[in-house]
């Protein structure tokens, strides 16, 4: 049996196995924490930062991201306060500019509030969130994806760009990549959020970080249901 730890997330007390993320142990307690990058059951890389948390250590705050921050012992998070939220938006504000007819991005969009962009719209069809690249070598263990380049250079390939033979053929990498997801079939003529996606909020108005296993949240591929895959099968 592990050793269990208790953490304090937006106020409820929360018992999780110790080594566990702050992440899993939220959305396991019916807690939204809005997710992209994260996959249950591979190592937590931090790409796309959505899961923003603030913990309060000392009388100080500081924000991370959720899917990195191992539950410790008494630790105090607030997933939803004004800066998280703050951080949280522009994070996905970002998002959605760089790949604004993503139905993932327009899902997680739409979850944390966000109707419009500021900043210019790039249209690009990767966000470099490393799901394809850590399922292929961590589950499959095949190792035929990495994450090459720096910078605005940086993208998904295989070695050299050649198929290698370890490679299964399996494509898992395209299953758990969210922008293959079917895109909104809302009109989209700028960064922004149609209204086939904003009307999909209504449930969660007033109860904005508890997790109502929405739609959107399947949308995106959320790990609250990818969670609740491995319980079925479990």
């Known amino acids: ?23 899993e142990a939220a959305l396991e307690a019916g807690i939204c924490i809005p997710n992209l990058c994260h996959v249950p059951g591979v190592t937590p890389l ?19 991201a959720s899917c990195t921050l191992e539950a410790r012992d008494g630790m105090v998070i607030e997933a ?6 703050r951080a949280r938006r522009n994070i996905v504000e970002l998002l959605l500019a760089e790949a604004p007819n993503s139905r993932a991005i ?11 962009c500021r900043y210019p719209m ?12 850590r399922v292929c070598d961590e589950i499959w263990q095949s190792k035929s994806l990495g994450l090459v380049g720096r910078g605005p250079s940086r993208r998904v390939a295989l070695p050299f760009d050649v198929r290698p033979d370890l490679c299964k053929r399996c494509n898992n990498c395209i299953q758990v990549c969210p922008m293959t997801i079917t ?9 922004a959020i149609c209204a086939r996606c904003e009307s999909q909020t209504s449930m969660v108005e007033n ?9 959107l949240g399947r949308g995106f591929q959320c790990a609250r249901w990818q ?8």
Do not use: Y
């Open 106 to 116: 327009q899902d997680l969009a739409a979850r944390v509030g966000v109707t419009e």
């Open 183 to 191: 895109p909104c079939p809302g009109p989209l003529t700028e960064p």
């Open 122 to 133: 790039r249209n690009n069809t990767c966000v470099l969130c490393g799901r394809c690249v």
């Open 46 to 64: 931090g790409a796309c930062r959505v899961c923003v948390v603030e913990i309060i250590e000392n009388g100080r705050r500081r924000l991370t």
């Open 207 to 215: 109860i904005p970080d508890t997790c109502v296993m929405c739609e």
């Open 1 to 23: 049996m592990p050793r269990m730890v208790t953490i304090t997330v937006d106020g409820a007390r929360i018992l999780t196995p110790e080594g566990s993320n702050v992440l």
């Open 227 to 234: 969670l609740k895959g491995l319980d079925a099968r479990a």
């Open 80 to 85: 939803h306060s004004e800066n998280v939220m």
